[in-house]
């Protein structure tokens, strides 16, 4: 069995490239990020912010990229602009992001998929959750043992305009690689990336702690751990 047609596989990376425990990271994420600005703004009313630019970017029709609907909610920051603020954020991620790797785990089979992928010829993308900076999601590659590829395409919260499980997402990644949604393979292990078989997409689900299909989704082309995806490639 092989992948007849398919020209691009589509990565998700929390679950599917490295374990995460969202149920530590994401809080913990939310405090550190609101204590470096706690001098400016009082902790519980910034990570409240946070969670509504998450929101409204769940809800992007795809009119401004996901940053500047952040930007659009955040700013100005107690009359602080983003420009006077942007060096904290450089700061945290810099300095402080890198203690959230202990709410990750390497996954075995993750490198020799990935290289496999790319030895085969396909385009290779990152399709993750497009919430946080690019350098963000680089240091969660690197902690995955897989940042050092020369990838197609990776999703961020700077240059996407919509978030899975929106069409727009994923029709925005098509429109970029140039290919028909009918030569993509999304891997991944949530709902919100078997969607895509919803708008023509292949898909292989990598069952994790965080699966839970909705009746509604079409069955997973394929199904197995990371390494039955190999013979695939």
Request: proline letters at 5%; hydrophobic letters at 40%; aromatic letters at 12%.
């Amino acid at each position: 069995m092989t992948l007849k047609k398919i020209k691009a596989i589509l990565f998700d990376l929390d679950g599917t490239l490295i374990d995460v425990d969202l149920k530590g990271f994401i809080p913990s994420y939310m405090e550190l990020l609101s204590e470096k600005f706690k001098h400016l703004i009082r902790p519980s009313k910034f990570i409240s912010l946070l969670l509504e630019a998450s929101n409204q970017i769940d809800q992007n029709d795809g009119k401004m990229t996901n940053e500047e609907i952040f930007e659009h909610i955040f700013f100005p920051l107690n009359g602080h602009s983003r420009e006077e603020v942007d060096y904290l954020f450089d700061d945290f991620y810099n300095t402080e992001f890198i203690k959230l790797k202990i709410y990750t785990k390497i996954k075995q089979d993750a490198r020799s998929v990935v290289s496999k992928a790319f030895e085969s010829g396909y385009d290779v993308v990152i399709a993750t959750t497009p919430v946080i900076p690019l350098t963000a999601i680089q240091q969660r590659l690197d902690w995955a043992g897989v940042g050092d590829f020369n990838y197609k395409f990776i999703t961020t919260i700077e240059n996407m305009r919509a978030n899975k499980p929106n069409k727009i997402y994923f029709t925005q990644i098509f429109n970029m690689l140039g290919v028909k949604p009918s030569e993509c393979l999304m891997v991944g292990d949530e709902n919100k990336d078997m969607v895509a078989s919803k708008f023509g997409c292949e898909t292989f689900l990598v069952p994790s702690n965080n699966t839970n299909l909705e009746s509604t989704t079409p069955t997973p082309t394929y199904q197995g751990e990371l390494k039955d995806l190999l013979p695939l490639l």
